[in-house]
Structure formats: structure tokens, C-alpha cells
């Protein structure tokens, strides 16, 4: 794997894995590694890529995944939600029906070094 950042463990005992780069992998219980179609594009720069994985609360019934993801624009970059429901296919489990669900405003690098402390956080929780 290439830059790991966040894991979530699937019911049938597998995991979900993102990496910075942009790519979401799917690890199963004997350890065999795919990649997971279907993630947004990725600002893959400094701390910005792909970021955190959660599954839905109800996943084992909608089988929704929620990924943070930092999104480029020319004025910088922000921090993004993706909501997507993880299916089954031919060639291995990928990402359908995805949509950007939340877009944080873009930060200016140089205007967060100067006016805040830390980097915005990308952690991702969810409520039941």
C-alpha cells in the first residue's frame, strides 16, 4: 500500500483502506488487496488526498460509505464529503451513485498558516 490514512472493518470480516494517492482499497480476511472503483478525484498534495472511510451506521442494510476526500480548485483546497453505496461486481467491489455531499470552502495555504493553528481536520463521524 502507498500512503494508507484510514480503515474501516467490513461485517464479513474485511476492510475498506484509503490512500492518499486517491485509490480505496478493499482488503479481504485472507489478506488479498483490490482496488475499489468509483472514489472522487483527489487533490493529492502535501496532507490533501484521500482521506477518511466510515460506513453508515445501517451499512449491513444500505451498504453507504462515506469518504473525506480534499478537493483542488485554483484557488486551493478544501475538504470534501462523499456519500457512495459499495456494491459487488465482476471484477471486485466498487463505489456507485456517488455524489459530493458536503464541499468545505477552499483554503488558501498561505491564509491558514497565518490566521490558524492547525490543519482543518478531515475525521469523520457519524450519529445514530
Known amino acids: 500500500m502507498s500512503y ?17 494517492d486517491g485509490a480505496l ?6 489478506g488479498e488487496q483490490s482496488v475499489v472503483e468509483g472514489t472522487p478525484d483527489v487533490f493529492a498534495q502535501g496532507q490533501g488526498g484521500l ?3 466510515v460506513l453508515s451506521p445501517d451499512f449491513e ?12 480548485s485554483p484557488e486551493g483546497a478544501g475538504t470534501s464529503l462523499f456519500k457512495a453505496t459499495l456494491a459487488e461486481g465482476d471484477g471486485g467491489l466498487r463505489l456507485e451513485n456517488g455524489e459530493t455531499i458536503f464541499l468545505r470552502p477552499t483554503i488558501n495555504p498561505m491564509a491558514a498558516v497565518i490566521s490558524a493553528p492547525a490543519w482543518p481536520s478531515h475525521r ?3 450519529c445514530s
Request: charged share 20%; glycine share 8%.
Open 61 to 72: 442494510n444500505d451498504r453507504t460509505v462515506y469518504l473525506t476526500f480534499s478537493q483542488g
Open 25 to 30: 482499497k478493499h482488503v479481504s480476511q485472507d
Open 51 to 53: 482521506l477518511d472511510v
Open 4 to 20: 494508507p490514512w484510514s480503515v474501516a472493518f467490513l461485517p464479513d470480516g474485511g476492510y475498506l483502506v484509503t490512500e492518499r
Open 124 to 126: 469523520t463521524a457519524h
